[in-house]
């Protein structure tokens, strides 16, 4: 079956502009994970969805991040008034298995802040 | 403090052979699971394999086996036979909790296969 998928695959933009990155999770995952991982360390949690509501939203920076998931399916992460320090690759991550909480990850977005 | 250390940088193993990649984890709830994944160059994070606390038994699958070792608290991944298509980025990741939601990944280890 189909994976998690996410788009753009990669993002260039301007410091101080608006961008939305889009998740698409695996079908009938109803949790959904957003990470950051910055070059050279492992990714950083920053969200976390079960269903349509934001179950975690501990690991999120600053009031310049949002997430959505309005259906309970797609998730878009919106990063406002962005900065240099945003680039990374944002991973999204969806799971069914509540007991183990196996997370399977898309081929993330590479966001470049110029 | 650090909650996953991964201490090995980088590694290198010679194809055919056997790897063992570090993993050590700090965390005082009693349920909690480990999770190893593999990042290739494309950046996709692959999941490996799942240690739950509570597994009496050391998890295995195909050429990949995690030696468990809950009293010093480390979670070491052995890959067997290791193939060039090994060569990646490794990470190990804990889930703290029975329902805990969001995984805590360590620095990762980059592992070279030489032919």
């Known amino acids: 079956g189909a994976g998690v998928s996410q788009t753009p695959s990669n993002k260039v933009t301007e410091k101080g502009k608006y961008v939305e990155l889009r998740c698409d999770p695996i079908?009938?995952?109803?949790?959904l994970y957003w990470y950051r991982q910055s070059l050279g360390q492992g990714p950083e949690f920053l969200i976390y969805?079960?269903?349509?509501?934001?179950?975690?939203d501990s690991g999120l920076p600053n009031d310049r991040f949002f997430a959505v998931r309005p259906e309970g399916s797609v998730s878009t992460l919106k990063i406002q008034r962005t900065e240099r320090g945003d680039s990374a690759v944002y991973l999204c991550?969806?799971?069914?298995?509540?007991?183990?909480?196996?997370?399977?990850f898309g081929p993330g977005t590479r966001l470049l802040v110029l | 403090a650090q909650k996953i250390t991964q201490t090995q940088p980088g590694m290198f193993v010679q194809e055919k052979e056997a790897v063992t990649l570090d993993c050590t984890y700090d965390?005082?709830?009693?349920?909690?699971?480990l999770f190893w994944y593999k990042q290739p160059s494309s950046g996709e994070m692959i999941f490996l394999i799942y240690?739950?606390?509570?597994?009496?038994q050391n998890a295995t699958e195909g050429r990949y086996s995690l030696n468990f070792q809950k009293a010093r608290k480390s979670a070491n991944l052995v890959i067997s036979a290791s193939q060039l298509g090994d060569s990646a980025m490794y990470f190990c990741?804990?889930?703290?909790?029975?329902?805990?939601?969001?995984?805590?990944f360590g620095a990762g280890t980059i592992l070279r296969v030489k032919s």
């Open positions: 991550a969806s799971s069914l298995d509540r007991q183990r909480g196996t997370q399977y």
């Open positions: 079908s009938g995952h109803t949790a």
């Open positions: 969805f079960q269903g349509t509501g934001a179950a975690d």
């Open positions: 965390t005082s709830d009693q349920s909690y699971g």
């Open positions: 240690q739950g606390s509570y597994d009496e």
């Open positions: 990741a804990m889930r703290e909790g029975p329902w805990g939601n969001k995984l805590v």
